[in-house]
């Protein structure tokens, strides 16, 4: 099985295996060694210590047994200076407490007491004597002596005067043989016994007594290892030479070993305090390189998602970032290649179909065979309009239809590297219904690949718009040379005859010069009028306009024709409402709309009639009217009233001089106020034009 760590994982379990492999070489392989060395060590210091304090002992013992010898031959010598003899030697050696001498025969005894010290109260017991070296003095050691101040020594020697047994005893201090083995430098646990054979002499702490069994076993200069009182020791034992006495130390097993634990105790402690800072460090450091890394696969995960529109984000550390920008490059490339796949592809002729459908054109893509796979919605329409019962699905059928004319066809082949193209230009003229006749221009692009057709390309732009203008120029122009025709012809006419017939009486001439001036003056009325409407159709001139008062404008008009109306014995009705503003307009213009109304209504009626003349303010506008009464205008004639050059072809119509220009100007004056004209005619009011004007009073507000 295999392990899924994380880099923090990985690094606790090396740490801990670490401390496992540490902590086992520590404990398996450095303790026993160390061990051993520290239990050698401490084997030959505690021997050394135990010489020295065997050395000095005996050697102050020695001193002391060497010393009550003499005392004892000196008083043997001279028995008569005892008193003094004992006195000068207290004072020769202040470690005497006192000097006894006795004899079993005499009942007196001789004491002599050193006065430093107090009077000691017990008296050894003849058993706890142990011989010295020289088996003439016999010594007892007096551990806690009652009303003593420390431990003593009593050295006794028995000697003869004059044939008399004598004993003396004399009581040392034995403070600095105290001193030596009380103060070892073995830790305050150890414990030290002084024995004999048979009895303890001395115990520093009597309740840690040993077992017979340990303090007979003799020579234990090895520091062996024993189990007793509860506890493990390690025993050493030494004689003294200056007496028959052993001395045993045994210190805890504990107290030897104690630089062993305190090694293990330090050595662990550093061992886990250090791999604790290295787990510190590598946590650190581990977060350092994982929390980059973390956030390069987040990035790298939404890759994998197909998200490729977020950048990633480039860690600063110098390999991490090296690797994060390997990945934003393939990221980039990534989105480049999303951008560029099929669903765009598809998104994108969805925006060409789209495009083509609201092309102005008719566009139609064919296959090699020619049918359509794609055509726009105006395509569609003028193939459902050539067949509706039959849908056309090649361009063949649609180029060779019944109702399509071909005017000219041109074609151009080119080689584009291993294709050709052909461009057919062609133009079409189209019959719809027995009326409506359309134009077009068609581009048909066919693609060939080894003589394959592999499809083609075919736009229709309709031409019936350029081709009706074009028309309706020719029409004008045909209707301006007809209207010019008659008044240059008479101009000349009368011309002619006035320079080449001799005949003519003088008024004949002026009559004939009266028909030039008049045709002349028809011309250029004409001419004007035409410039005037065309400058307006144009609206390039800029016309000033002005507020000004349209009632008294309509009662000068009026009052211009007042002998044309008389002339005609015509009533001109003004009825003009109170409520009318000032309007801003082009004052010629309005003033010219205005009579030519009026003069029309004038022309076109029989005399004895009344012309009504309206001003009135309907909604937002100035509105005015006149209503004649005359001839009237028949229905078929009423939609091309207002075109150029129209006339009403009737008789009562034609016998009247005019241009036909007349209402063409005027209608062209009421959209230049963006306003209207209309008309209304029957056999009880004649005609009624009607034009109304939008109500604006602010002159700078006023923009044609
Ligand atoms: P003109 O009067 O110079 O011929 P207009 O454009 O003013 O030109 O008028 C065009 C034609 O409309 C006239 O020729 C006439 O036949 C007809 N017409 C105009 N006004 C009236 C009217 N009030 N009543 C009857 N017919 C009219």
């Known amino acids: 099985m295999k392990l899924r760590l994380s880099l ?21 392989l450095v303790r026993p060694k160390y061990e051993t060395s520290v239990v050698s060590e401490r084997i030959t210091i505690v021997q050394q210590l135990q010489s020295y304090v065997i050395e000095n002992l005996d050697k102050q013992i020695s001193e002391w047994v060497s010393a009550s010898r003499s005392i004892a031959w000196e008083i043997a010598e001279h028995p008569r200076d005892g008193e003094s003899l004992l006195r000068s030697t207290i004072s020769l050696f202040p470690e005497i407490v006192q000097i006894k001498i006795q004899s079993p025969e005499l009942p007196d005894e001789l004491t002599s007491q050193n006065t430093a010290y107090p009077v000691p109260a017990v008296q050894p ?36 005067v004059s044939g008399r047994m004598f004993m003396m005893s004399v009581i040392w201090d034995a403070k600095s043989l105290q001193h030596y083995i009380e103060r070892l430098p073995l830790g305050t646990d150890y414990y030290l016994r002084i024995y004999s054979k048979s009895f303890v002499v001395f115990e520093n702490r009597p309740e840690k007594a040993f077992t017979d069994s340990v303090h007979t076993q003799q020579h234990m200069n090895d520091l062996r290892k024993v189990k007793s009182a509860g506890g493990e020791w390690r025993v050493i034992t030494g004689t003294f030479r200056s007496t028959d006495l052993t001395m045993l130390v045994a210190v805890p097993e504990g107290a030897i ?67 994060g920008e390997t990945i934003e490059g393939m990221r980039r490339s990534l989105e480049r290649y999303q951008r560029l796949n099929v669903e765009k592809i598809i ?20 296959d090699g065979n020619h ?20 849908a056309l699905t090649t361009k063949n059928e649609v180029l060779h239809h019944s109702a399509v004319t071909k005017i000219k066809e041109t074609s151009q082949r080119e080689e584009a590297g291993q294709l050709t193209t052909e461009m057919v230009q062609s133009e079409l003229k189209i019959q719809l219904e027995a009326e409506r006749m359309e134009y077009y221009r068609v581009n048909d692009l066919s693609i060939f690949r080894e003589g394959e057709n592999l499809g083609s390309l075919i736009i229709f732009h309709d031409l019936t718009n350029d081709r009706m203008i074009d028309k309706m120029k020719t029409e004008m122009m045909n209707i301006v040379v007809h209207e010019l025709r008659n008044p240059v012809s008479s101009i000349m006419g009368f011309s002619d005859i006035l320079l080449n017939d001799k005949t003519v009486t003088d008024i004949e001439s002026r009559e004939f010069m009266t028909h030039i001036m008049n045709s002349s003056q028809k011309l250029n009325a004409l001419i004007n009028r035409f410039l005037d409407i065309s400058r307006l159709e144009s609206r390039r001139i800029e016309y000033p306009k002005k507020l000004i008062d349209c009632a008294a404008c309509v009662r000068e008009a009026v009052k211009s ?123 009880e009011i004649g005609s009624r034009f009607t034009l109304s004007i939008p109500i604006v009073t602010d002159e700078t507000a006023a923009v044609s």
């Open 561 to 683: 024709q007042q002998p044309q109306l008389a002339h005609k014995s015509l009533m001109a009705e003004i009825d003009i409402a109170e409520d009318i503003p000032e309007i801003v307009v082009a004052p010629d213009l309005f003033r010219e709309a205005v009579l030519n109304l009026l003069s029309n209504a004038i022309k076109y009626g029989d005399s004895h009639r009344t012309i009504a003349i309206k001003l009135m303010r309907t909604g937002s506008d100035v509105v005015f009217s006149i209503t004649d009464h005359g001839y009237g205008i028949p229905p078929e004639a009423q939609e091309k009233l207002f075109s150029k050059f129209y006339r009403v072809p009737d008789a009562k119509s034609i016998k009247e001089v005019g241009t036909g220009l007349g209402l063409a100007y005027v209608k062209e004056i009421a959209e230049y106020h963006h306003g209207s004209i209309t008309l209304e005619s029957n056999a």
């Open 371 to 390: 049918a359509f796979v794609f055509r726009n919605a105006k395509f569609d329409e003028l193939c459902q309009t050539l067949s509706p019962s039959h």
């Open 8 to 28: 923090q994982g990985r690094i606790l379990l090396g740490l801990a295996i670490l401390a496992v492999v540490l902590l086992s070489v520590l404990w398996i």
């Open 125 to 160: 017991a003849e058993h706890q004597f142990i011989p010295s070296a020289d088996s003439i003095v016999q010594l007892a050691w007096l551990t806690a002596v009652p009303g003593t101040p420390s431990t003593m020594m009593v050295m006794r020697t028995r000697f003869q």
């Open 257 to 323: 070993l104690e630089p062993v634990h305190q090694l293990l105790v330090y050595s662990s402690t550093f061992i886990v305090g250090f791999l604790l800072v290295l787990l510190l460090l590598g946590w650190m450091l581990s977060y350092q390189i994982s929390r980059p890394v973390a956030l390069l696969v987040k990035d790298v995960e939404r890759l994998g998602n197909l998200d490729f529109q977020q950048t990633i984000r480039i860690p600063e550390m110098r390999n991490l970032r090296k690797m």
């Open 347 to 366: 998104l994108e002729e969805w925006k060409n179909k789209l495009f083509m459908n609201h092309s102005d054109d008719l566009i139609g893509f064919t």
